[in-house]
């Protein structure tokens, strides 16, 4: 018997083609390569790509230079929010006496949600489920301006069984985004390559040739894979959009920075990822090397300008979790109400469908 909490479908991953970035050239056991494959900070010498100190090069771009000073701005108004923040019986998801999973708003930090939990299970007085509130945890964590999704476990027992599900990657996961760049030549898409914090500290992709290979202050390139399927391209159904290409599945296997033009025409793209790894930022890196960075993310060049209206936010959704229940073993899914953002990319489609 399976518990299923879900609003909308899910999707299978068939993978059909494979495609596999050349690794970039290098010849000379000393010879320099190009210093457009490295940041002007970090120096490239050798047989391959790499620092003075032997370190990988990331292959995704520094931290553009306006997120400073925006990120800190969003924070302190984060902070704001969230210390006002409280849970409703209209964000609960799901409850059992084990656990309970929350719809997250975006903006709000997570150890502010956790702190919002005791007064919401007080308040509503759910029939008869007991509580030890001391005991509660985060079984996973979304960034702060991303919704969606969160679980938060009542014991330390049910905490120690679900962080390692999550630890194991036996939790599906599947988030939407809402992305501008230009418009995919791919319905679907498996992206695999390194993550890693570069020379200063920043999340970056690295070239999957490079996971093992150690980073500054001791770390080491982790691999990061993500598949992603388009459902709409501004506002058309993604289907049609791509009768034209012929293509419905590849898989990419990154060795050298993205070929993409990110100054080329914009298009807006709604994306479904499904994380198959559990990276920091993964799937915002990943968008930003296809391309289509996510509407908002000023740390990895989303737009925060758009159509005349500023974005203080990425958009970003955890859409739904499915795991096996830690104590009773019956397979859940819970899912989050779709964000007015994202409801309203899909609407054009819905008329379409209703249409006589």
């Not at 924070?75 to 998801?93: G, P, Q, R, T």
């Not at 030890?132 to 009542?154: F, W």
């Not at 920091?280 to 509407?295: E, K, M, V």
Request: with cysteine; charged share 20%.
């Amino acid at each position: 018997m399976a518990l299923l909490i879900s609003l909308q479908p899910t999707f299978s991953t068939p993978h059909k083609t494979f495609t596999e970035f050349p690794k970039p050239f290098c010849s000379g056991r000393f010879k320099s390569i190009s210093k457009s494959m490295a940041d002007s900070s970090e120096p490239v010498t050798g047989n391959c790509p790499s620092t003075r100190e032997n370190y990988p090069v990331p292959l995704s771009p520094p931290l553009p230079a306006i997120s400073k000073n925006l990120e800190l701005a969003r924070a302190m108004a984060a902070s704001s929010k969230s210390s006002l923040f409280a849970l409703s019986a209209n964000d609960v998801i799901y409850e059992d006496e084990w656990l309970i999973a929350v719809n997250k708003p975006q903006g709000i930090y997570c150890e502010s949600v956790l702190a919002a939990v005791p007064r919401l299970l007080s308040d509503s007085a759910m029939a008869g489920i007991k509580t030890s509130l001391p005991e509660l945890h985060l079984a996973n964590r979304l960034d702060r301006d991303t919704s969606g999704v969160m679980v938060i476990t009542k014991s330390h027992k049910v905490a120690s069984k679900l962080v390692k599900a999550f630890t194991d990657h036996t939790v599906s996961k599947s988030y939407i985004a809402f992305c501008v760049g230009s418009a995919p030549k791919w319905k679907k898409i498996n992206i695999k390559s390194g993550h890693g914090r570069s020379k200063f500290g920043v999340w970056r992709v690295y070239a999957a040739a490079d996971v093992g290979r150690s980073l500054p202050g001791g770390s080491v390139v982790r691999d990061m894979e993500t598949y992603f399927e388009v459902l709409s391209i501004n506002g058309q159904n993604a289907m049609e959009e791509f009768q034209k290409f012929g293509k419905d599945e590849e898989t990419v296997v990154v060795q050298t920075k993205s070929l993409v033009d990110i100054d080329g025409q914009k298009d807006e793209i709604l994306i479904r990822a499904r994380p198959r790894s559990g990276r920091t930022h993964q799937i915002r890196l990943h968008c930003q090397y296809l391309g289509i960075p996510i509407r908002g993310d000023v740390k990895y060049e989303g737009v925060t300008e758009w159509n005349g209206k500023i974005y203080d936010c990425h958009e970003l959704h955890a859409e739904s979790l499915y795991f096996v229940h830690p104590i009773t073993g019956i397979p859940l899914k819970l899912q989050a109400p779709l964000p007015s953002w994202a409801s309203q990319a899909w609407q054009p489609q819905q008329q379409e469908v209703n249409s006589p």
